[in-house]
């Protein structure tokens, strides 16, 4: 049985969809106001920081450094089953991030004073990656967009697909996504390469 190759074309996101669902989450008013900031900022986390559903809610509110526009990952793929637990990395964001992670620690402060999880739930316990499932999918409806095919490790493949077309080269994304190995950051390059092209050909339909 041969095994399916992985195409990160068959799953691009427009660069302009990451912030179609963080705006969609604020616009959830059947729910809290804390509650929909917080679903802002996991979106944001997944996408900036390139976090899986299940590292999002390990994060606590000790791990951020706002200032420096930073964020330390303790839990992290393999940490669980590894006999050798796997040391914390520091994932470093940048001006949007920071102003969505602004707007949602003060009124997550309100409700919840010094809890230490991140993203709380309506509970007051950490989220679970369903919760962050529901919240992709959820915020994907308000936004327009197909929530049959949105999870959120696609915002993960995203932000791959994104650093190469902003013309990063792969140490910088293979460290920043944390593989384990240089070839699986690559894939994520030949489909920037074919939207460059996309673009240049688009240029040529206008000169004619």
């Given amino acids: 049985m041969t095994s399916r190759r992985f195409d990160p074309d068959a799953i ?13 989450a604020l ?13 802002a900022a ?6 900036y920081l390139g976090l899986r559903a299940f590292e999002v809610g390990h994060l606590d509110i000790s791990d ?5 526009r930073r964020m330390r990952v303790r839990v992290q793929k393999g940490s669980r ?11 470093f964001f940048g001006a949007k991030f920071a102003e969505a992670l602004a707007a949602y620690l003060p009124r997550r402060a309100q409700r919840w004073g010094s ?5 709380p739930s309506r509970l007051g316990t950490r989220i679970s990656r369903i919760t962050v499932w529901n919240i992709v999918k959820r915020c994907a409806r308000l936004a327009g967009l197909d929530s049959d095919t ?13 650093m190469f077309l902003a013309g990063n080269e ?10 384990a190995s240089l070839a699986t950051t690559t894939v994520y390059s030949q489909t920037s390469q074919r939207r460059r092209a996309e673009a240049a050909d688009s240029l040529d339909h206008l000169s004619r």
């Fill in 12 to 24: 691009y996101l427009e660069p302009e969809v990451p912030g179609m669902l963080m705006r969609a």
């Fill in 27 to 39: 616009r959830q008013t059947h729910m809290a106001e804390w509650e929909r900031y917080r679903d």
């Fill in 42 to 47: 996991v979106l944001g986390s997944l996408y």
């Fill in 64 to 68: 951020l450094r706002l200032e420096d």
């Fill in 81 to 91: 089953k590894a006999k050798r637990p796997k040391e914390p990395v520091t994932l």
């Fill in 115 to 119: 809890l230490s999880a991140f993203f």
């Fill in 150 to 162: 949105a999870w959120p490790h696609l915002l993960r493949h995203a932000l791959a697909s994104h």
């Fill in 170 to 179: 792969a140490p910088v994304v293979m460290r920043a996504l944390r593989h």
